[in-house]
């Protein structure tokens, strides 16, 4: 599977960006899919995860409450939503995907898309 990631930009605090992560491929809907971001210099640091239907999500303590995931099945696509923008929310933003069952929990994906920037002032 390719991913391609969209939707970054520049938005003041307190402002909201929606992120989409575009799939190629088939069986979208096979794939856990997860949203990671990394900031130079550091690494890189699990954001959401959503399961295959998107029944079940998982958040990163930083985020919960201000961001969230969802993916169309339909349209090879995942989002995360987010709201109430940080700072500290700056950062390179990553989609990821894996088929295996147990990404769900070791968060270890083998398909990455390229990073999109969300620069947050302050």
């Known amino acids: 599977v390719q991913l391609q990631a969209s939707g970054g930009g520049l938005v003041q605090a307190g402002g909201s960006l929606r992120l989409s992560c575009v799939a190629s491929?088939?069986?979208?809907?096979?794939?856990?899919m997860g949203w990671f971001r990394q900031v130079p210099g550091k690494g890189r640091e699990f954001v959401a995860a959503?399961?295959?239907?998107?029944?079940?999500?998982d958040y990163a303590d930083s985020v919960k409450g201000r961001f969230t995931i969802s993916r169309d099945n339909a349209k090879n696509t995942m989002y995360l939503q987010m709201n109430t923008l940080k700072p500290e929310d700056t950062a390179d933003y990553y989609c990821?995907?894996?088929?295996?069952?147990?990404?769900?929990?070791?968060?270890?994906?083998?398909?990455w898309g390229q990073g999109t920037l969300v620069t947050v002032s302050s």
């Open positions: 491929g088939r069986r979208f809907s096979t794939y856990v």
């Open positions: 959503i399961n295959f239907s998107g029944s079940s999500t």
């Open positions: 990821a995907a894996d088929q295996k069952l147990v990404t769900w929990y070791t968060r270890q994906y083998n398909y």
